[in-house]
């Protein structure tokens, strides 16, 4: 699978392939990286990268889970232990989760390969990134102001 046919699956098309053996969650890991490092210099949605994180998670994996092998990038400001988790601030952008909280718990529960942080609003308060900490994202076909 490359880039181009990747982009074309949704999650549960992504689920549906590795549950036939069509993909391995390690291949589509892979992509999920590659994807991240073309899009990201321009697009700037990443404010952390969790490849030791999803290393082990596919080093670990069971097969089980409603969502096993999908890649998957959480919010900032959504505790993942090890990681940093600052909710866009640059006050507490240096702490790192000391644990996984629920919400990530349940997420590899279902199976998911956790990949990183997006970027989030200061504080995850506002409606829009306009002063985004971690710069300012952009997002194609929309005109940002």
Request: glycine share 12%; hydrophobic share 40%; aromatic share 6%.
């Amino acid at each position: 699978m490359n880039l181009s046919e990747y982009a074309g699956y949704d999650g549960k098309g992504l689920v549906e392939l590795v549950r036939r053996g069509e993909v391995s969650p390690r291949e589509l890991a892979d992509l999920t990286a590659a994807a991240i490092d073309q899009l990201n210099p321009t697009l700037n949605f990443m404010a952390s990268y969790a490849r030791d994180d999803a290393e082990q998670t596919l080093q670990a994996a069971t097969g089980e889970g409603d969502f096993y092998g999908l890649p998957f990038l959480m919010k900032a400001g959504v505790a993942v232990k090890g990681q940093p988790g600052g909710m866009g601030s640059r006050i507490s952008k240096e702490l790192i989760a000391p644990a996984d909280e629920e919400l990530t718990r349940r997420f590899r529960r279902a199976g998911v390969t956790i990949m990183g942080h997006t970027t989030a609003p200061d504080l995850a308060i506002a409606r829009q990134q306009n002063r985004c900490s971690m710069g300012r994202p952009v997002t194609p076909g929309i005109r940002n102001v």
